[in-house]
């Protein structure tokens, strides 16, 4: 959903300079407020209620980097304690997958789950974002700016395996650097220009 926002123009991927928690420099992917005044097209309203998560944050507060947003997605304090419950989250993420009959929701004895009746929509991303990392594909803006949110994404995982290791096989994705360096500053080129 993040990358149809942006893709939308509704948010847009901001890059600066910045230093991680042991003073080393990494590079800071925030995202800021687009055009989220113009309604969305009608097959996208059912993100409105997602978009105004970070339109309402940018409003108030500094932009978050994406890293953050992953963190408090996963990690945010009940709404009891003035916090986001991880069910709203998930609940604006499933019901937007579930409106485009991605996934479907089926009741069991702990809970929820979601599985999917073809898995070709996954598969083809995945293949895709292979294709243009491994084998040097030209990349379309979506799988630019999903390859760049998955990497950003990756940085929170301290102790499971990152997504893009989904995606590339152990080989691959200690290679990939320079390649991802290469799809980042393509990504930033045209984000930085429309932000002007």
């Known amino acids: 959903m993040i990358v149809d926002l942006i893709l939308m123009g509704k948010l847009i991927i901001r890059t600066e300079d910045g230093t991680n928690f042991l003073g080393y420099k990494r590079e800071k992917c925030s995202l800021v407020n687009g055009d989220a005044e113009s309604p969305l097209p009608e097959q996208a309203a059912f993100m409105g209620d997602f978009l105004k998560v970070f339109t309402e944050h940018n409003?108030?507060?500094?932009p978050k980097t994406v890293e953050k947003w992953m963190e408090d997605i996963v990690l945010s304090a009940p709404s009891f304690l003035g916090g986001t419950d991880i069910k709203t989250y998930i609940d604006l993420i499933t019901n937007s997958l579930i409106a485009k009959s991605i996934v479907r929701k089926e009741s069991v004895w702990n809970g929820s789950r979601f599985p999917t009746d073809d898995p070709t929509a996954e598969a083809a991303v995945k293949d895709?974002?292979?294709a243009v990392i491994v084998d040097g594909a030209?990349?379309?803006?979506?799988?630019?700016?999903?390859v760049q949110l998955s990497?950003?994404?990756d940085k929170t995982m301290l102790f499971s395996n990152p997504f893009m290791r989904s995606v590339l096989s152990k080989e691959?994705?200690?290679?990939?650097?320079p390649r991802l360096k290469e799809l980042k500053e393509m990504a930033d080129t045209p984000l930085e220009e429309e932000a002007k």
Do not use: H, Q
């Open 59 to 62: 409003s108030k507060k500094a």
């Open 128 to 130: 895709r974002m292979r």
């Open 138 to 146: 030209e990349p379309d803006l979506f799988t630019t700016v999903l």
């Open 151 to 153: 990497v950003e994404a």
């Open 172 to 177: 691959e994705y200690k290679n990939a650097g």
